[in-house]
Nanobody, 121 residues
Framework: VQLQASGGGLVQAGGSLRLSCVASGGSFSSLVVAWFRQGPGKEREFVARIIWSGVRTYYADFVKGRFTISRDNAKNTVYLQMDSLKPEDTAVYYC???????????????WGRGTEVTVSS
């Protein structure tokens, strides 16, 4: 499975961005797809995940109510809609896929290249 993330950019605080993660080269029906991020000088952290074949979604507390993860099966794409962005959301965002429903990045087998998000104050 290959993952391609896109959609990052520079935005002012309070603004919005939508990240996309396109999957190819495999079967996706049993996958869990997640977004992680790594800010400057910080550890990589879980942001949100979605079960590909279902409707369950999970979020880190610091993005609840602001970010929404969704998927379009027809396009093999998972989205991360980010609203009310804050300067502390500045990070490189990665999409990842695996077969375990977890927020631990240790269990994600497939990773896309990151897309950079910068939120100015």
């Amino acid at each position: 499975v290959q993952l391609q993330a896109s959609g990052g950019g520079l935005v002012q605080a309070g603004g919005s961005l939508r990240l996309s993660c396109v999957a190819s080269g495999g079967s996706f029906s049993s996958l869990v797809v997640a977004w992680f991020r790594q800010g400057p000088g910080k550890e990589r952290e879980f942001v949100a995940r979605i079960i590909w074949s279902g409707v369950r979604t999970y979020y880190a507390d610091f993005v609840k109510g602001r970010f929404t993860i969704s998927r379009d099966n027809a396009k093999n794409t998972v989205y991360l809609q980010m609203d009310s962005l804050k300067p502390e959301d500045t990070a490189v965002y990665y999409c990842a896929a695996g077969y375990r429903d977890t927020q631990s990045n240790d269990y994600y087998n497939f990773w896309g290249r990151g897309t950079e998000v910068t939120v100015s104050s």
